[in-house]
Nanobody, 124 residues
Framework: QVHLVESGGGLVQAGGSLRLSCAAS????????MGWFRQAPEKERELVAA????????QYATSVEGRCTISRDNEKNELYLQMNSLKPEDSALYFC?????????????????WGQGTQVTVSS
């Protein structure tokens, strides 16, 4: 059975940093595009960062560009999101996801494996 398990969320003050991790099991995602999404209450799910299978291409939502860095370790089958200069509006449930039919995607509909999410709360 395939699992994507996120960790690293928590409560942080505005201006602080968090590093989210996503551990994959059950299959390898070494050839898949990977991404981080977030969803706040009563808001649409947003793709915030994506990385290609070789770590040669990344793309970020405008809302986080310059403050977040996505990376992956294919040997460990893990995905990461370093978030700096956090703002209260970054508060959301953060999910990692895989797009196994694509080496890279910034289209939410291309993602076909999802984790359960880790909560990030930024206090003002």
């Amino acid at each position: 059975q395939v699992h994507l398990v996120e960790s690293g969320g928590g409560l942080v003050q505005a201006g602080g940093s968090l590093r989210l991790s996503c551990a994959a099991s059950g299959r390898t995602f070494n050839n898949a595009g990977m991404g981080w999404f977030r969803q706040a209450p009563e808001k649409e799910r947003e793709l915030v960062a994506a990385i290609d299978w070789r770590s040669s291409k990344t793309q970020y939502a405008t809302s986080v560009e310059g403050r977040c860095t996505i990376s992956r370790d294919n040997e460990k089958n893990e995905l990461y999101l370093q978030m700096n200069s956090l703002k209260p509006e970054d508060s959301a449930l953060y999910f990692c996801a895989a797009a196994t039919r694509y080496g890279f995607s910034f289209a939410a509909n291309d993602y076909n494996y999802w984790g359960q999410g880790t909560q990030v709360t930024v206090s003002s």
